[in-house]
């Protein structure tokens, strides 16, 4: 069962999707901010349970507090290309405060080169904005580059966390 919640935040209502377990905590699909490029819409059929976002909006809390610098909570495992989960684990090892060009992280998947331009394609299909931290990823020439979410909220994002752009 497709279950969904809103958490506010400073960058706007966050909507939450997820796939209802055991315990009736959901198992975290999407995550996406107002506005954002191919943020996911709630369907027909899903069900509103925020109660089952709990230990999400918690650690949501923490890091906007400045308390958290990695989530902990179960994550659906099963979407987008095999590429695109490469590129999107790579995004989960980058340390909070720190950031990595596109360049690097498509060295890290083993696409250099002209791999960059997909590495970029999977990055902005991330399903998860600030659990898979993709906001850290930045130009090779250390400027702000594509955020589905808009710039500014990159900026801020990357400020918060304390890293130097």
Not at 90 to 113: C, F, K
Request: proline share 5%.
């Amino acid at each position: 069962m497709t279950v969904y919640a809103y958490v506010d935040g400073p960058l706007g209502e966050m909507l939450l999707v997820g796939q209802l377990a055991g315990g009736g905590r959901a198992v975290l699909r999407s995550l996406s901010l107002p506005g954002q490029k191919g943020a996911v819409a709630v369907q027909d059929g899903w069900t509103l349970a925020p109660e089952a976002f709990g230990a999400a909006a918690e650690q949501l809390g923490e890091y906007f507090a400045g308390r958290r610098d990695r989530f902990d909570l179960p994550l659906a495992g099963d979407a987008g290309t095999l590429f695109q989960r490469r590129v999107w684990a790579a995004l989960e090892e980058i340390p909070y405060g720190t950031t990595v060009s596109y360049g690097e992280i498509a060295r890290r998947v083993g696409s250099p080169g002209a791999g960059v331009r997909a590495v970029g394609t999977a990055i902005g299909r991330n399903p998860l904005l600030l659990v898979r931290p993709c906001h850290r990823v930045i130009g090779a020439d250390g400027s702000l580059r594509g955020y589905a979410a808009g710039l500014e909220r990159k900026e801020r994002l990357l400020a918060l966390e304390g890293a130097s752009v």
